[in-house]
């Protein structure tokens, strides 16, 4: 076989899921180091995210086996939450683009996106981030990246880049895979044995992210059809974005991409199919939530734990604040016999446990304090068990092995509830959120987490049972009480659809004439 030379692939991201329904705005800082998990710049990306399971992770590994040369340049995740400030998302993007300038000429781009980024200038930053860097390396050099299972993916997204491939669980457990699968039709296209073409469908659905959950039908069903449909001759990737629904875009929601070795045609046929069944599904999206003290109820019934209560509405995950006491309230009140809540996210709790000192009885006000959407501060007696600087490693199948730093924390012990306080805001998904303080999930009746879906990584066998929680929120399940704005209409489940297509057909790349 003919020796190649090693061909340059700059690799990078910014990663944002906006919820446009959340108050606090999303600022520069929020990317930076320290913050859950932060960022990352040239060759330390290769040393930290080697070994991870996300995109450039995977990106670096298939890299290394097919004898291309990674070039990193920087990688910025940022908690989801509110509006990103538009400054910030542009001193980002200005950050990669004179790295990108000074690498020229490069052979490829690989992006770790999530593909739901909103700020207070732009609907569509990705498409934006695409753009210029297609606009600098010019039409002819790949640009691939791997974007979220809630991507809400754009026309000009779906345009300026050659492959977009999207995550194929949720639990997210395969980002570093689909990093992998973006490394190997890179080599390939780099060395010309592939030309990708691309056909696209925004569908006009939004679905809950509890129902986007791949464990369970529909789409665990849809995505064993997109996985069989991927084995058919000449096809290179199969997309079903479930999409964001909480970011009121007009692009927001259900979408696909497919693409083929250059053959349009193929590529339309099987959107086209995907699309059908989808929609034939669509009433199966619908969620249905159980009020709290139900699911308490239920738990204190049978005596069999551990009970997972998900409390999704207050989802860090999806831009919530993380500091709800619905839940928190109901089972203070309930006097279970064992419990544990993670996390709630409240600086100023923590600060107050860390002024009483651990083996003290404190009485602290506890959450309520970013907005009046997810329950009232509840001021609680208890003792603080613990108390000090917390980090742990993902040893879960999700993001294994990337650090979360919690910041300050506190386990405070209220009425038979541990409940972890700390500084930062994050979604809880691994169990190490819990074991890390010497806490063992298995050993409580009632496991409370913010989380919508991604705590099903650990603890869908875990889980005795679980419960999905009707609480309020701006991750709440229920897309009627949200204030939609730009999001186009008609759409599923808010309108009627009647004498509506149910989907755009965006036109495909062209093949190439050669
Ligand atoms: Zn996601």
Redesign the pocket.
């Known amino acids: 076989m003919k020796q190649i030379k090693k061909a340059r692939v700059v690799i990078g991201g910014i990663l944002h899921?906006t919820n446009t329904f959340a108050h606090a705005k999303t600022g520069y800082r929020d990317f930076m180091k320290g913050r859950a998990l932060g960022m990352a710049e040239g060759v330390e990306m290769l040393k930290e995210f080697r070994n991870a399971n996300i995109g450039v992770g995977g990106f670096i590994r298939e890299a290394e086996r097919s004898g291309l040369e990674p070039i990193p340049l920087i990688w910025a995740f940022a908690q989801p939450g509110g509006t990103v400030r538009h400054q910030a998302y542009a001193r980002l993007r200005d950050r990669f683009l004179t790295g990108l300038k000074e690498a020229l000429p490069v052979d490829g781009v690989f992006l770790e996106l999530h593909g739901a980024m909103v700020t207070d200038r732009c609907q569509d930053v990705e498409g934006d981030f695409l753009r210029h860097i297609r606009k600098m390396v010019g039409k002819h050099i790949p640009i691939i990246a791997v974007l979220?299972?809630?991507a809400n993916i754009t026309p000009l997204m779906a345009k300026e880049a050659d492959i977009l491939i999207g995550y194929d669980t949720?639990p997210?457990v395969d980002i570093g895979a689909r990093g992998e699968e973006a490394g190997r039709l890179m080599a390939l296209m780099i060395r010309k044995k592939i030309r990708p073409v691309s056909a696209f469908r925004q569908l006009h659905l939004l679905i809950a992210p509890p129902r986007q959950c791949t464990l369970i039908p529909p789409m665990r069903d849809i995505f064993r059809m997109v996985h069989e449909m991927e084995k058919r001759p000449k096809v290179l990737s199969i997309t079903f974005s479930g999409g964001f629904p909480f970011a009121d875009i007009g692009d927001a929601g259900a979408s696909i991409v497919v693409t083929t070795d250059n053959d349009v045609q193929l590529a339309e046929t099987i959107a086209h199919e995907l699309a059908v069944e989808i929609w034939k599904r669509r009433k199966e999206f619908n969620v249905v939530l159980t009020p709290v003290k139900d699911a308490i109820a239920c738990a204190l019934k049978t005596r069999k734990g551990p009970v997972v209560l998900a409390d999704g509405s207050d989802n860090p995950g999806g831009g919530a604040p993380c500091d709800g006491t619905v839940m928190l309230k109901a089972l203070v009140e309930a006097n279970v016999p064992s419990a544990v809540v993670a996390v709630i996210a409240d600086p100023e709790a923590v600060a107050a446990a860390g002024r009483s000192g651990a083996g003290k009885t404190a009485t602290i006000r506890v959450g309520g304090k970013t907005d009046r959407l997810h329950g009232k501060p509840l001021t609680l007696t208890g003792l603080v068990r613990w108390v000090g600087n917390k980090s742990y490693f993902n040893k879960g199948p999700m993001m294994t092995g990337m650090r979360v730093d919690m910041g300050r924390a506190a386990v405070f012990v209220v009425n038979n509830v541990e409940i972890i306080l700390c500084e930062n805001r994050f979604q809880p998904f691994d169990a190490e959120a819990i074991r890390c303080f010497g806490i063992e999930p298995r050993k409580r009746l009632i496991v409370g987490l913010k989380s919508a879906v991604h705590y099903r990584s650990c603890y869908q066998t875990m889980a005795k049972k679980i419960f999905e929680l009707d609480t309020p929120g701006i991750h709440t399940p229920d897309l009627t009480q949200y204030r939609y704005r730009n999001l186009r209409r008609p759409i599923y489940p808010l309108d009627a659809m009647k004498n509506h297509h149910p989907w755009v057909h965006r036109a495909s790349t062209p093949a190439f004439a050669d």
């Open positions: 899921e979220d299972l809630h949720y997210h």
